[in-house]
């Protein structure tokens, strides 16, 4: 099903269009911030070197995305520049099906402005037009203390902590919080 939501807001950094992913056209700016976004380690479990294949493949894997009826891609410009991109990805096994799963990655230079916000509420309104979901969870670490308020602001609640469930590449141990919410 086709997103529903084209967005343009005025921002202090310029302005901000939020429209669905074009899988071709889009895929090699949204790598670009996928890997930038990895490779600052803070945010993600995957490392930048194990996110795999180039523009080609990253263009199937939105195709394949967008054409669930439980999972969508949001895209995010600045000023006609790629500044991020939201992800619900839905269950694929029909137990899970009503569960989406919540990712969102914004470029360094384009974070403070609240892209992340105008990003996940534009997610959060796509769910809700979209009766196959119900159930919208996420991961993040624990110290990573702005998304967590940002998530609480709209409405996830802490559903599990996982102690020490990520290990560093120097040994440190990181732990992960499960947040979710109701669509």
């Not at 950094?13 to 803070?42: S, T, Y």
């Not at 894997?61 to 500044?83: F, I, P, Y």
């Not at 991020?84 to 360094?108: D, P």
Request: glycine fraction near 10%; include cysteine; aromatic fraction near 6%.
């Amino acid at each position: 099903m086709p997103h529903p939501l084209r967005q343009v807001h005025r921002l202090d950094a310029g302005k901000l269009v939020l429209r669905p992913v074009d899988p071709d056209g889009d895929a090699p700016a949204l790598l670009a911030i996928q890997r930038a976004v990895l490779e600052e380690g803070e945010f993600f479990i995957t490392e930048a070197h194990e996110l795999g294949g180039g523009p080609e493949l990253k263009a199937a894997t939105l195709r394949q995305l967008v054409a669930m009826d439980n999972s969508t891609c949001l895209v995010g410009l600045l000023d006609r520049k790629h500044v991020g991109m939201v992800l619900i990805q839905g269950g694929m096994l029909q137990r899970m099906r009503h569960c989406g799963k919540l990712e969102i990655y914004v470029a360094a230079d384009a974070r403070g402005h609240g892209i992340g916000t105008l990003l996940l509420q534009s997610a959060l309104e796509w769910a809700r037009a979209h009766p196959r979901l119900s159930k919208l969870g996420l991961n993040v670490f624990s110290h990573n203390e702005r998304a967590i308020a940002l998530y609480e602001a709209h409405g996830f609640r802490r559903e599990g902590y996982r102690v020490g469930e990520y290990r560093l590449a120097d040994g440190t141990l990181w732990d992960d919080v499960l947040m979710a919410r109701a669509v």
